[in-house]
C-alpha cells in the first residue's frame, strides 16, 4: 500500500491524536507568524519616523576643551607669578561658516541661534512673584553691585553699570524651527512667524499674556534696551505666541526666566542688544537632517569645512525626539523577534515528544512492515506526511486568525512601552530639577525644567500586514519543525531491525 495512503488512513484513525497536533501546531504557526509580521510593521514604523523627524546636529562652542586648556594654562603658569583669575569666555559662531555647513548633503534646513537678556522699555513685562529688581532705585543698586561681585568699585566708568534684566531674548533665523516651537511648547496664535527674510529687520513675536498685560496686537511697536542702557532697539510686533510652558522656581525670583517674558526676533537684533562684537555671528547652529541614519555621514562631511576651527567647536548629534519615539517600537520589534524563537524551539520540542510517543505506540506496525520488505525511507515519508497536512491545514489557519492575533498583542505592548517611557522620561525630568532643560544654545526660549520632547506624538498602534515573506519565514520554520519532530523520534526507532521491534512489542 502506498504509504501516503497509509498516512492518511493513520490520521482518520487517529482523530484524537490529530486534532491534538492540529491544536499544537496552529498555535505555533500562529504566535511565529505574528512575532514576524509584528517585526515588520515595527520596522516599517521605525523607518517612517525616522525618514520624518531625522535628527539634529548642534554646531557649539566645546566647553570641555575650553575647561581643559584653561586647567592646563593654569598649571604651566608660575605659581609665584600674580595673574587675575581665569574668566570663562564665550566664542561665538561665525555666520559664514555655520552657513557653509548648511550646504552640505543630508542637510534639509538649519536655523540660527542668539540668545541674550534685555530690558522692557516703555511696556511692562510680566512681574514674578519674588523680584524686585524693578520696584525701586535701592533694589536696582542693589542688583548692579551683586552683579559687580564682591569688591567690585561702583565709581569704575570703565564698567559697565548693568541692571536686571526682564526679558529673555531669542534671536532665530527661523522661529517655525526653533526647539520649543518644533515641540509644541510654544504655538502661534496671531500674525506672522519669523523666517530667514527678516534677517536684518526689527521685528519681534512675543508671548499673548505678555500682549495682552501691556494691550499690545500685531503691527504696534515696543522698544527693548540692553542691560547696560546703552542701546534701545524698536520692534515691531510681527507674530504673538502662545506657550504652554510653566516655568521652574527659578523663574519666581528672575522676571527674565518668566516663559511669558520671552521673545522672539532675528538673530541680528539680538546681536544688535549684545553689542558690535557680536555682529555676524550667532551662539550656535542646528541643522536638520533629512534621515537619522545619515547624522554619521553629515559629520564626516562637516569636519573637512576649514572655516570651522573644529578645536574650538564641536558637533552634537541630537535624535532624542526619534530616540524616544522608536523606543518602544524597538522594544516591542525584540520582544516579538524573542517570542519567535521561543516558540520555535518549544513548537519543536512538543511535537517531537507527541510525535514520539506516537511511534513508540506504533512500533508494532513499523515492526510488520519492515518485516514484509517495506523500506525505512518509506516509514518516516509516512509520518511525515501525517505531520505536513497537519502542517498545511496549521498554515492556512494561521494566515487568517494571526493578522488579528497580531494587531491587538502588537498594540498592548507598544502602550505598555509607551507607558514605560512616559515614566522614564517623568523620572529623568524631576532629577534634572529646576532648569534642568535650559535654554542651552540653540535652545530657542528658555525651556526651563520642561521636557522639550514631551509633546511629540507618541507612535500609538502598529499597522499590521501579513505579508508574503512573513508567510514564507513561517512555512519555513514550520516545515522545520515538522522534519525535526519526525526524524528525531523516528531515529531511535528504526535503528532497531524488525524482529528487535516484533519480540519487545507487549
Same mark, same amino acid.
Given at each position: 500500500m502506498?504509504?501516503?495512503?497509509?498516512?492518511?488512513?493513520?490520521?482518520?484513525?487517529?482523530?484524537?491524536?490529530?486534532?491534538?497536533?492540529?491544536?499544537?501546531?496552529t498555535?505555533?504557526?500562529?504566535?511565529?507568524?505574528?512575532?514576524?509580521?509584528?517585526?515588520?510593521?515595527?520596522?516599517?514604523?521605525? /523607518?517612517?519616523?525616522?525618514?520624518e523627524?531625522?535628527?539634529?546636529?548642534t554646531?557649539s562652542?566645546?566647553?570641555?576643551?575650553q575647561?581643559? %586648556?584653561?586647567?592646563? +594654562?593654569? &598649571?604651566?603658569?608660575?605659581?609665584?607669578?600674580s595673574?587675575?583669575?581665569?574668566?570663562f569666555e564665550?566664542t561665538p559662531?561665525?555666520?559664514a561658516?555655520?552657513?557653509k555647513l548648511?550646504?552640505?548633503?543630508?542637510?534639509?534646513g538649519?536655523?540660527?541661534?542668539s540668545?541674550?537678556?534685555?530690558?522692557?522699555?516703555?511696556?511692562?513685562?510680566?512681574?514674578s512673584?519674588?523680584?524686585?529688581?524693578?520696584s525701586?532705585?535701592?533694589?536696582?543698586s542693589?542688583t548692579?553691585e551683586?552683579q559687580?561681585?564682591?569688591?567690585g568699585?561702583? *565709581?569704575? $566708568?570703565n564698567?559697565?553699570?548693568?541692571?536686571q534684566?526682564?526679558?529673555?531674548?531669542?534671536?532665530?533665523?527661523d522661529?517655525?524651527?526653533? &526647539?520649543?516651537?518644533k515641540?509644541?511648547?510654544?504655538?502661534?496664535?496671531?500674525?506672522?512667524?519669523? #523666517?530667514? $527674510?527678516?534677517?536684518?529687520?526689527?521685528v519681534?513675536?512675543?508671548?499673548k499674556?505678555?500682549? /495682552?498685560?501691556?494691550?499690545?496686537k500685531?503691527?504696534?511697536?515696543?522698544?527693548?534696551q540692553?542691560?547696560? +542702557?546703552?542701546? &534701545?532697539?524698536e520692534l515691531?510686533?510681527k507674530?504673538?505666541y502662545?506657550?504652554?510652558?510653566?516655568?521652574?522656581? %527659578?523663574?519666581?525670583?528672575?522676571?527674565?526666566?518668566?516663559?511669558?517674558?520671552?521673545?522672539?526676533v532675528?538673530?541680528?537684533v539680538?546681536? #544688535?542688544?549684545?553689542?558690535?562684537?557680536?555682529?555676524?555671528t550667532v551662539?550656535?547652529?542646528?541643522?536638520?537632517?533629512?534621515?537619522a541614519?545619515?547624522? &554619521?555621514?553629515?559629520?564626516?562631511e562637516?569636519?573637512?569645512?576649514?572655516?570651522?576651527?573644529?578645536?574650538t567647536?564641536?558637533?552634537?548629534? *541630537?535624535d532624542?525626539?526619534?530616540?524616544?519615539m522608536?523606543?518602544?517600537?524597538?522594544?516591542? %520589534?525584540s520582544?516579538?523577534?524573542?517570542?519567535?524563537?521561543?516558540?520555535?524551539?518549544?513548537?519543536?520540542?512538543?511535537l517531537?515528544?507527541?510525535?514520539?510517543m506516537?511511534?513508540?505506540?506504533?512500533k508494532y /506496525?513499523?515492526?510488520?512492515?519492515? %518485516?514484509?520488505?517495506?523500506?525505512?525511507?518509506?516509514?518516516?515519508?509516512?509520518f511525515?506526511?501525517?505531520?505536513l497536512?497537519?502542517a498545511v491545514?496549521?498554515?492556512?489557519?494561521?494566515a487568517?486568525s494571526?493578522?488579528?492575533?497580531?494587531?491587538v498583542?502588537?498594540?498592548?505592548?507598544l502602550t505598555?512601552?509607551?507607558?514605560?517611557?512616559? /515614566?522614564? #522620561?517623568?523620572t529623568?525630568? *524631576?532629577?534634572?530639577?529646576?532648569?534642568g532643560?535650559?535654554?542651552?544654545?540653540?535652545g530657542g526660549?528658555?525651556?526651563f525644567?520642561?521636557?522639550?520632547?514631551?509633546?511629540t506624538?507618541?507612535?500609538?498602534?502598529?499597522d499590521?500586514?501579513?505579508?508574503?515573506e512573513?508567510?514564507?519565514?513561517?512555512?519555513?520554520?514550520?516545515?522545520?519543525?515538522a522534519?525535526?519532530?519526525v526524524?528525531?523520534?523516528s531515529?531511535?526507532?528504526?535503528r532497531? *531491525?524488525?524482529?528487535?521491534?516484533?519480540?519487545k512489542?507487549?
Amino acid at each position: 500500500m502506498n504509504f501516503i495512503k497509509r498516512a492518511l488512513l493513520s490520521m482518520k484513525a487517529r482523530k484524537g491524536r490529530t486534532i491534538l497536533q492540529l491544536f499544537i501546531f496552529t498555535i505555533v504557526c500562529v504566535l511565529i507568524l505574528s512575532g514576524f509580521t509584528i517585526q515588520s510593521a515595527a520596522n516599517k514604523a521605525s /523607518e517612517l519616523a525616522r525618514q520624518e523627524l531625522g535628527g539634529d546636529v548642534t554646531l557649539s562652542v566645546d566647553r570641555e576643551k575650553q575647561m581643559e %586648556a584653561q586647567q592646563k +594654562e593654569s &598649571t604651566s603658569s608660575d605659581s609665584t607669578t600674580s595673574s587675575k583669575p581665569k574668566m570663562f569666555e564665550s566664542t561665538p559662531v561665525s555666520v559664514a561658516a555655520a552657513k557653509k555647513l548648511a550646504a552640505l548633503d543630508h542637510v534639509s534646513g538649519y536655523n540660527l541661534y542668539s540668545n541674550t537678556q534685555a530690558l522692557a522699555s516703555g511696556f511692562d513685562p510680566i512681574a514674578s512673584s519674588s523680584d524686585t529688581s524693578q520696584s525701586d532705585d535701592s533694589s536696582t543698586s542693589s542688583t548692579t553691585e551683586q552683579q559687580q561681585g564682591p569688591g567690585g568699585d561702583s *565709581n569704575d $566708568s570703565n564698567r559697565p553699570q548693568m541692571v536686571q534684566a526682564d526679558l529673555s531674548v531669542s534671536g532665530v533665523l527661523d522661529s517655525a524651527t526653533a &526647539t520649543t516651537f518644533k515641540a509644541g511648547t510654544d504655538k502661534l496664535v496671531s500674525g506672522k512667524a519669523i #523666517t530667514a $527674510s527678516d534677517v536684518g529687520k526689527n521685528v519681534v513675536m512675543i508671548e499673548k499674556t505678555l500682549a /495682552e498685560a501691556n494691550d499690545l496686537k500685531v503691527g504696534d511697536k515696543i522698544k527693548i534696551q540692553s542691560s547696560d +542702557e546703552k542701546t &534701545t532697539v524698536e520692534l515691531t510686533i510681527k507674530g504673538i505666541y502662545k506657550t504652554t510652558d510653566s516655568g521652574s522656581d %527659578a523663574a519666581a525670583n528672575f522676571s527674565f526666566l518668566n516663559p511669558y517674558n520671552t521673545i522672539y526676533v532675528p538673530y541680528t537684533v539680538a546681536n #544688535t542688544i549684545k553689542g558690535s562684537d557680536a555682529k555676524d555671528t550667532v551662539d550656535s547652529a542646528i541643522y536638520f537632517m533629512d534621515d537619522a541614519a545619515n547624522i &554619521t555621514a553629515f559629520e564626516k562631511e562637516a569636519k573637512k569645512v576649514s572655516a570651522v576651527d573644529w578645536d574650538t567647536f564641536k558637533l552634537d548629534a *541630537n535624535d532624542a525626539t526619534y530616540q524616544q519615539m522608536i523606543g518602544p517600537i524597538n522594544n516591542v %520589534a525584540s520582544f516579538s523577534k524573542n517570542v519567535v524563537y521561543i516558540v520555535t524551539i518549544a513548537g519543536a520540542l512538543i511535537l517531537a515528544l507527541l510525535v514520539m510517543m506516537q511511534i513508540r505506540e506504533r512500533k508494532y /506496525e513499523m515492526g510488520v512492515l519492515l %518485516a514484509i520488505g517495506e523500506k525505512r525511507s518509506k516509514l518516516i515519508g509516512q509520518f511525515l506526511v501525517e505531520i505536513l497536512v497537519v502542517a498545511v491545514l496549521s498554515f492556512g489557519i494561521a494566515a487568517v486568525s494571526s493578522h488579528y492575533v497580531a494587531q491587538v498583542v502588537g498594540n498592548q505592548l507598544l502602550t505598555q512601552q509607551n507607558e514605560t517611557a512616559s /515614566e522614564s #522620561t517623568s523620572t529623568t525630568t *524631576n532629577q534634572r530639577g529646576p532648569g534642568g532643560n535650559g535654554g542651552g544654545p540653540g535652545g530657542g526660549g528658555p525651556g526651563f525644567g520642561s521636557s522639550l520632547t514631551s509633546n511629540t506624538a507618541e507612535i500609538k498602534s502598529l499597522d499590521i500586514q501579513v505579508s508574503l515573506e512573513d508567510m514564507l519565514k513561517m512555512g519555513g520554520i514550520g516545515v522545520g519543525i515538522a522534519f525535526i519532530s519526525v526524524l528525531l523520534p523516528s531515529i531511535l526507532i528504526l535503528r532497531m *531491525n524488525p524482529k528487535t521491534i516484533l519480540t519487545k512489542q507487549e
